[in-house]
């Protein structure tokens, strides 16, 4: 248990710290825009590849893989199917919930977790590699053609490969697969700059809480209490029975399960500033599974009682 808690301690750090340097002013009315992108086009490629070029080939492609792939695309479709057909919404933000719905904090918190509560940061890579490699060029391939109204399929390719954090993490998983021992010179200015991304990023999300008050958009309360209640309740659960439905172990299925109870990844809220599209939806459900996650991850540990080798 000790491991949640240092693994939230870490992040919380962050987001006090970032809720502070907004109330007093510290970096000016921009400040929010500028950090914003500078982990969107910086520090997240940074920070995505050191964690996949180390990362073990059989651990990113073990059953863990589909399992959560799976689990998150029952996720994503249950919201985006309600979102579309039953609330209405537009095409960009029904995008925006179901990434709240069903994409994990892989790297932020997901990473500390895995190393303090599962005893292997390696664990969330496979989630990380689904995420970043197969969910992230889909949506933000539709967010592109919906905030810019274009149709071009060759302009929508275009402009996801040249997202910088695909390219990062692809960059990342070919060096695992090449089995590439980058040398110190090499690698250790990377992963200096990749250490900067987890607390500038998080400090950007506490930021834009001050002054800021959850559920306080009355038309879209349904929509953050939705995406909160897949996230931190059905998502989970899900994993519980895919997990079960492929027989795992009971050590990955306790994996699987952690990793599925999660928060909302911060980089949803990142996408929504960058594409001015459900930022406060995406602001809501991440502080909300942020906070909620906690007794969640708890009572996983309860109930399948696992500790980690």
């Not at 040249?162 to 590439?180: C, E, H, Q, R």
């Not at 960058?274 to 909620?292: A, P, W």
């Amino acid at each position: 248990m000790s491991g949640v808690f240092t693994g939230f301690a870490v992040v919380g750090l962050a987001v006090v710290v970032g809720y502070i340097i907004a109330r007093i002013d510290l970096l000016g009315p921009h400040a929010r825009h500028v950090l914003s992108r500078l982990t969107f086009f910086v520090l997240s490629p940074f920070l995505l590849f050191t964690v996949l070029a180390k990362a073990d080939v059989a651990t990113l492609f073990s059953a863990l893989l589909p399992v959560s792939m799976i689990t998150a695309a029952v996720i994503i479709g249950v919201y985006a199917l309600f979102s579309a057909l039953v609330l209405r919404r537009r095409v960009g933000e029904t995008v925006i919930g179901a990434l709240l719905a069903g994409q994990v904090n892989s790297n932020n918190i997901g990473i500390p977790i895995s190393l303090y509560m599962l005893g292997n940061a390696a664990y969330s890579a496979p989630v990380i590699l689904f995420q970043l490699l197969v969910l992230m060029p889909i949506a933000l391939s539709i967010l592109d053609a919906a905030t810019s109204g274009s149709r071009n399929i060759g302009r929508i390719l275009l402009q996801t490969a040249k997202n910088p954090m695909l390219i990062g993490s692809a960059l990342g998983v070919l060096v695992a697969l090449l089995d590439v021992d980058l040398p110190p010179i090499v690698f250790d200015p990377l992963h200096l700059i990749a250490g900067a991304c987890v607390p500038v990023l998080l400090m950007s999300y506490g930021m834009s809480l001050y002054g800021q008050r959850v559920l306080t958009e009355p038309g879209r309360r349904v929509d953050v209490v939705t995406a909160s209640t897949l996230k931190l309740v059905a998502m989970p659960a899900l994993a519980w029975l895919v997990a079960t439905l492929f027989a795992l172990p009971a050590d990955q299925v306790f994996i699987v399960v952690v990793l599925a109870a999660l928060p909302t990844a911060q980089n949803v809220f990142n996408f929504a500033q960058r594409y001015g599209v459900g930022e406060i939806l995406s602001r809501d459900v991440v502080f909300i599974s942020t906070l909620g996650c906690l007794p969640v991850l708890f009572t996983v540990a309860l109930l399948l009682e696992h500790s980690p080798a």
